[in-house]
């Protein structure tokens, strides 16, 4: 577990501006399992873009670890991404753990990636989602549509928060 991708708020100076003060928290992790990196980056640009304000815990993330750092960010809402094949395991774990948590109950939490091992032949939301995560992202030609979707609906974002948030991470070739 590194902390190279750390975006935590309490190791940078606090926002100052009004705009920074709107963007929503999301706390973006993988499982415990899991070393691959880049689909953490590249949530965390897409967020950024979005409008939020990202914490990145970056790989294998150990449970305990990943419920401290809610309980100290209280985020508008934790993204999971796993491909490593067994977040449709650790997904179910890490889910009941926030849920059984007073401060991180009604957090929405979603979770996203190569849930399995098999492709996209077998689907894992049904049982991800009755173990308590609001919403799967598993791969496919509509899922960031859908995910674009639910962080707009997230709960303490603005019309004005979700305009494309130009950073030096901007994605995308300049024309
Ligand atoms: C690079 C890589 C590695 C590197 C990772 C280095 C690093 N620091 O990141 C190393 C060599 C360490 C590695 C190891 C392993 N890997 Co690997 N790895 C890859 C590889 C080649 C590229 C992954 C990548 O970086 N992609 C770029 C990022 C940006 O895209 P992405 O990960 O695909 O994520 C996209 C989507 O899934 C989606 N997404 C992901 N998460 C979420 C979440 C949400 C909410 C949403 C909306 C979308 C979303 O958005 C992303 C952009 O489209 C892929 C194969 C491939 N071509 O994809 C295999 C792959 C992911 N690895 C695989 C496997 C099996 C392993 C190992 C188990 C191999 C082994 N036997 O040791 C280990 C597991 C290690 C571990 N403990 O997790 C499999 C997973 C199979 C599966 N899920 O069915 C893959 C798919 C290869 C394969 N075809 O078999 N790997």
Redesign the pocket.
């Known amino acids: 577990m590194t902390d190279a991708l750390d975006n935590d708020p309490g190791t940078r100076p606090a926002p100052t501006g009004g705009d920074d003060r709107r963007r929503p928290t999301v706390v973006v992790t993988t499982v415990a ?11 965390q640009l897409l967020l950024e873009e979005l409008g939020c304000h990202v914490v990145n815990l970056g ?2 993330v150990p449970d305990e670890l990943l419920l401290e750092r809610c309980r100290e960010a209280r985020p508008a809402a934790v ?9 449709h395991q650790d997904g179910l774990r890490v889910v009941r753990r926030l849920r059984a948590d007073d401060l991180l109950a009604a957090t929405p939490v ?10 996209d032949s077998t689907s894992h939301a049904a049982e991800l989602m009755a173990a308590g995560f609001d919403a799967v ?1 598993e ?1 496919g030609a509509e ?2 549509t ?2 674009r979707r639910f962080v707009g609906a997230l709960e303490g974002t603005s019309q004005g928060a979700l305009e494309p948030h130009h950073t030096e991470h901007t994605i995308g070739v300049p024309v």
């Open positions: 399992s899991d070393s691959h990196t880049w689909n953490l980056v590249f949530l790989p294998c993204v999971v991404s796993t491909v490593n094949g067994h977040g979603v979770i996203g990636g190569k849930l399995g091992v098999d492709g992202f791969d899922t960031l859908a995910f």
